[in-house]
């Protein structure tokens, strides 16, 4: 099956740069015995309280600058596996993966626990965000576990992570309707993916 043909995602274009900036510090981590579970780890702890604690108490700029630092650890741990004599794991890949899933979820329920308890519409669509955000890597573990490639979709968990902080900070800030606005493009993004990732899994399936 061929792959379908993407326009760069924001992480793709930006990947060379970032990773020229981090390796030295990367190599600096790998020198002193410093391993990338162990980044991987202290990141989602970091991640997990900071979204817990801010944003129930609608510290929503706060919350986003402290998540955002932790968060940079998925940068890290890959560049010290890359660089280390040892290389990437399985299951350094498993727990990056599963953590990855935590802290996204964790994330997105401390963020509409406040519209959740104002009764606010916008609750529909965090939760809607939430749901879609665990299917699609959930359709393409599976997929995988047959054999079909599907990577596709129209935004990568990197892009997603981007536009729910941005629109939080910002929310934070006092910006007017820019937290609807964010849910609405991740509900939208999510929704597409997932029936993009269901459609490749329905055409690979029965093509043997």
Same mark, same amino acid.
């Given at each position: 099956?061929?792959?379908?043909?993407?326009?760069?995602? &924001?992480?793709?274009?930006?990947?060379?740069g970032?990773t020229r900036?981090?390796?030295p510090v990367?190599?600096?981590?790998?020198?002193i015995?410093i391993t990338?579970n162990?980044i991987t /780890?202290?990141?989602?702890v970091?991640?997990?309280?900071?979204?817990?604690?801010?944003y129930?108490?609608?510290?929503?700029?706060?919350?986003?600058i402290? $998540?955002?630092f932790?968060?940079?650890s998925?940068?890290f741990?890959?560049a010290?596996?890359? /660089?280390?004599q040892?290389?990437?794991?399985?299951w350094?890949g498993?727990l990056?993966?599963?953590i990855?899933?935590?802290?996204?979820?964790?994330?997105? $329920?401390?963020?509409?626990?406040?519209f &959740?308890?104002?009764k606010?519409?916008i609750?529909?669509?965090? &939760?809607?965000?939430?749901i879609?955000?665990?299917?699609?890597?959930?359709i393409r573990?599976?997929?995988?576990s047959?054999g079909i490639e599907?990577?596709v979709?129209?935004?990568?968990?990197?892009?997603r992570?981007i536009i729910?902080?941005?629109?939080a900070?910002?929310?934070?800030?006092?910006?007017?309707f820019?937290?609807? &606005?964010?849910f609405? /493009?991740?509900s939208i993004l999510?929704?597409i993916?997932?029936?993009q990732?269901i459609?490749v899994?329905?055409?690979?399936?029965?093509k043997?």
């Amino acid at each position: 099956m061929g792959k379908p043909t993407m326009v760069p995602m &924001i992480s793709s274009v930006l990947k060379p740069g970032v990773t020229r900036l981090i390796n030295p510090v990367a190599k600096w981590a790998v020198k002193i015995g410093i391993t990338p579970n162990a980044i991987t /780890i202290a990141g989602a702890v970091g991640v997990v309280v900071s979204a817990s604690y801010f944003y129930p108490q609608e510290k929503f700029f706060w919350g986003t600058i402290a $998540i955002s630092f932790f968060a940079l650890s998925d940068l890290f741990d890959g560049a010290i596996a890359r /660089i280390s004599q040892k290389g990437a794991s399985k299951w350094g890949g498993f727990l990056d993966s599963t953590i990855d899933r935590v802290t996204d979820s964790v994330i997105l $329920i401390a963020l509409v626990l406040p519209f &959740i308890e104002a009764k606010d519409p916008i609750s529909y669509l965090g &939760i809607l965000t939430l749901i879609t955000g665990i299917l699609i890597p959930y359709i393409r573990a599976k997929a995988e576990s047959f054999g079909i490639e599907c990577s596709v979709g129209i935004a990568e968990r990197t892009e997603r992570l981007i536009i729910i902080l941005v629109a939080a900070g910002l929310h934070g800030l006092g910006i007017p309707f820019v937290i609807a &606005i964010g849910f609405w /493009i991740l509900s939208i993004l999510g929704v597409i993916t997932v029936f993009q990732r269901i459609f490749v899994v329905y055409k690979g399936l029965h093509k043997r």
